[in-house]
């Protein structure tokens, strides 16, 4: 007997500012979390999955108490903080690839070493078509990295190319799994949401609009 597979549908959203040792969120990170739950409120969404580390956590429960509706509220540790993949330099390009190495060795090794493994997990967990005759809609509640991670694993690109996607707090990125079809990236690092102020927060100064 074939299992019917129906289509998933991720909204990934990265959590919203942070204080400067990451223990909670600013007002201005509160705000952006329930912009990020007011967007998503006509969403038929089936779960709001969070990584573990306060920011992300108290951007999930900001975001969900916008949804009025009883959604299962689930910590992940694959959608947590840690580098998911770690680039050979004969992978990189020349240009950049000292700039991206000494980007990847200021993280702890425990981030590094733990990666790899972590980063399969949340494939496994939150990509690819569902069982079922229904499509289904989950929000992921990450970081910076894992939203790169898995906007790289959509469009086949390189294991290294996470390194360079940058996403701002609570921006909005969705990517379409459907049976028999490659991956669709619907939406990047979208900001409609949020008000001029909030915008662009949590990216490098070089690369705000």
């Not at 240009?95 to 070493?113: C, G, I, K, M, Y």
């Amino acid at each position: 007997m074939t299992t019917a597979t129906s289509a998933r549908f991720l909204y990934i959203a990265r959590h919203g500012e942070a204080s400067p040792d990451e223990t909670e969120l600013t007002g201005r990170g509160r705000r952006q979390a329930a912009l990020l739950g007011a967007r998503l409120r006509d969403v038929p969404l089936s779960a709001v999955h969070h990584g573990p580390l306060p920011r992300a956590t108290q951007t999930a429960r900001l975001a969900h108490e916008q949804l009025g509706r009883d959604i299962p509220l689930r910590v992940s540790e694959p959608a947590g903080d840690y580098v998911p993949y770690v680039p050979l330099r004969q992978e990189l390009p020349k240009e950049s690839a000292d700039r991206f190495l000494t980007f990847v060795e200021q993280f702890p090794e425990s981030e590094r070493s733990r990666g790899p493994e972590l980063a399969g997990a949340a494939q496994a967990r939150f990509t690819g078509p569902v069982d079922g005759d229904e499509p289904r809609h989950e929000l992921v509640v990450t970081h910076a990295f894992l939203a790169a991670w898995l906007v790289r694993d959509a469009l086949d690109a390189p294991a290294w190319r996470w390194l360079g996607l940058n996403h701002a707090n609570a921006a909005l990125t969705v990517i379409r799994y459907s049976p028999g079809r490659p991956a669709s990236l619907l939406m990047f690092n979208d900001m409609g949401h949020l008000p001029a102020d909030l915008r662009w927060t949590g990216f490098p100064p070089e690369l705000r609009a």
